[in-house]
């Protein structure tokens, strides 16, 4: 075909005012956790969300596939799950969590949902499609362009954890990979769509932000995520324990350059836009066991118990089974018994959204959904911190 006689801008035009409030849904909550599209509703977070990020598609074969074909658009809703009150039909051309969306929209017509890729354990296809971006480029369009849902989607976002370092896997395609496959989905997703990416948020010398240049990436990219939150955890069995979400550093903190600011800064200082980088907040904890010292940096002897994995627990829980007490470094925390959590508070997301508005950040993101109160207290708390 002819090449287009006007060649698309590089930069996509900015976003309409307003600072973005986006949050994951997680795919797999259908099931143990039992959240639905429905909950954004009921808990009156679509209202004050802009962007839903649908978390994950796969990266298989350096192309972009589907992740659960029976949560996104097979399982069938009754009437009572359903955002509108209306059952789906065995013959209807989708069900699933994409037909709950579509209604969502309709219902929430400022509402963007984007389809994130990647992620933890399902980013290792991306060093295949750093071999051919534009195949794979085309891939994820003519997937998330799919006649069945397109209305549904307003463009992709890249979760590659991590482009030329170690994640569950290890990438090693070189500093410009992640930029030469964000370019290729610019490029054929057009300017008009949303292209976005969570990336690393380690601030230290050397570390994952300097393995690739997220700057170079960012002219593509309507807005970039640091996953600001995951620092420190019972990965570390034995502790030190340590707060997974701090703002800032503090005294015997037990990594540099491993607090919210530092990658903020980092990236700044690389020459991103402050309005194009969401500060990331979690909506669970952290914690450990075998616990006795209060304060951050005691010793432990494994994970603390969590609902669905070991050393993690939602806010919903958290809040009152072990109530915050402490804060340190912008970030709260308590022990209860021999356990000991950090996570974020209405009152802590509250002093980390009026730095993002300090930095002149483009809004907030979080993980994820199902993680907030039935009321929706936390996404109340980014929404009016960034009033």
């Given at each position: 075909?002819?090449?287009?006689?006007?060649?698309?801008?590089?930069?996509?035009?900015?976003?309409?005012?307003?600072?973005?409030?986006?949050?994951?849904?997680?795919?797999?909550?259908?099931?143990?956790?039992?959240y639905h599209?429905?909950?954004?509703?009921?808990?009156?977070?679509?209202?004050?969300?802009?962007?839903?990020?649908?978390?994950?598609?796969?990266?298989?074969?350096?192309?972009?596939?589907?992740?659960?074909?029976?949560?996104?658009?097979?399982?069938?809703?009754?009437?009572?799950?359903?955002?509108?009150?209306?059952?789906?039909?065995?013959?209807?051309?989708?069900?699933?969590?994409?037909?709950?969306?579509?209604?969502?929209?309709?219902?929430?017509?400022?509402?963007?949902?984007?389809?994130?890729?990647?992620?933890?354990?399902?980013?290792?296809?991306?060093?295949?499609?750093?071999q051919n971006?534009?195949?794979?480029?085309?891939?994820?369009?003519?997937?998330?362009?799919?006649?069945?849902?397109?209305?549904?989607?307003?463009?992709?976002?890249?979760?590659?954890?991590?482009?030329?370092?170690?994640?569950?896997?290890?990438?090693?395609?070189?500093?410009?990979?992640?930029?030469?496959?964000?370019?290729?989905?610019?490029?054929?997703?057009?300017?008009?769509?949303?292209?976005?990416?969570?990336?690393?948020?380690?601030?230290?010398?050397?570390?994952?932000?300097?393995?690739?240049?997220?700057?170079?990436?960012?002219?593509?990219?309507?807005?970039?995520?640091?996953?600001?939150?995951?620092?420190?955890?019972?990965?570390?069995?034995?502790?030190?324990?340590?707060?997974?979400?701090?703002?800032?550093?503090?005294?015997?903190?037990?990594?540099?350059?491993?607090?919210?600011?530092?990658?903020?800064?980092?990236?700044?200082?690389?020459?991103?836009?402050?309005?194009?980088?969401?500060?990331?907040?979690?909506?669970?904890?952290?914690?450990?066991?075998?616990?006795?010292?209060?304060?951050?940096?005691?010793?432990?002897?494994?994970?603390?118990?969590?609902?669905?994995?070991?050393?993690?627990?939602?806010?919903?829980?958290?809040?009152?089974?072990?109530?915050?007490?402490?804060?340190?470094a912008g970030?709260?925390?308590?022990?209860?018994?021999?356990?000991?959590?950090?996570?974020?508070?209405?009152?802590?997301?509250?002093?980390?959204?009026?730095?993002?508005?300090?930095?002149?950040?483009?809004?907030?993101?979080?993980?994820?959904?199902?993680?907030?109160?039935?009321?929706?207290?936390?996404?109340?708390?980014?929404?009016?911190?960034?009033?």
């Amino acid at each position: 075909t002819a090449p287009p006689t006007t060649p698309p801008p590089t930069t996509p035009p900015p976003d309409p005012g307003g600072k973005k409030v986006v949050g994951y849904f997680a795919e797999w909550g259908v099931y143990g956790r039992n959240y639905h599209v429905k909950n954004i509703h009921t808990s009156g977070s679509a209202a004050k969300l802009t962007h839903i990020l649908y978390a994950f598609g796969n990266t298989t074969g350096g192309r972009c596939t589907i992740g659960d074909s029976y949560a996104d658009y097979e399982k069938a809703y009754t009437a009572a799950d359903s955002v509108d009150g209306v059952a789906d039909t065995w013959d209807q051309p989708l069900r699933g969590s994409f037909n709950q969306l579509r209604k969502l929209k309709k219902m929430y017509p400022h509402l963007k949902v984007i389809w994130s890729f990647g992620g933890w354990t399902w980013s290792g296809g991306f060093t295949q499609a750093a071999q051919n971006p534009a195949a794979f480029a085309d891939s994820c369009h003519r997937l998330v362009e799919d006649p069945r849902w397109a209305d549904v989607f307003d463009g992709i976002d890249v979760d590659w954890e991590y482009p030329n370092a170690c994640g569950l896997t290890c990438d090693s395609s070189g500093p410009n990979a992640f930029k030469n496959v964000v370019s290729a989905l610019r490029t054929r997703f057009g300017s008009s769509a949303l292209v976005t990416a969570a990336i690393t948020a380690d601030g230290s010398n050397g570390g994952k932000i300097d393995a690739t240049d997220y700057a170079g990436a960012a002219p593509h990219l309507n807005w970039i995520m640091p996953m600001t939150y995951d620092y420190f955890g019972a990965f570390n069995a034995q502790g030190p324990t340590a707060p997974h979400s701090p703002l800032y550093s503090y005294a015997g903190i037990p990594q540099q350059g491993f607090w919210s600011d530092a990658a903020i800064q980092k990236l700044k200082s690389k020459g991103i836009p402050a309005s194009k980088l969401l500060l990331g907040v979690g909506f669970y904890g952290r914690g450990w066991t075998g616990v006795t010292q209060t304060a951050p940096g005691g010793t432990a002897t494994g994970p603390a118990p969590g609902t669905y994995e070991q050393g993690i627990e939602d806010y919903k829980v958290l809040k009152n089974t072990c109530p915050a007490t402490s804060t340190i470094a912008g970030t709260a925390y308590a022990k209860c018994g021999s356990n000991w959590w950090s996570y974020d508070t209405p009152s802590t997301i509250n002093g980390k959204m009026t730095y993002a508005k300090n930095q002149g950040l483009g809004g907030a993101f979080f993980w994820e959904l199902s993680g907030d109160t039935g009321n929706g207290e936390l996404i109340g708390a980014i929404k009016g911190g960034l009033g």
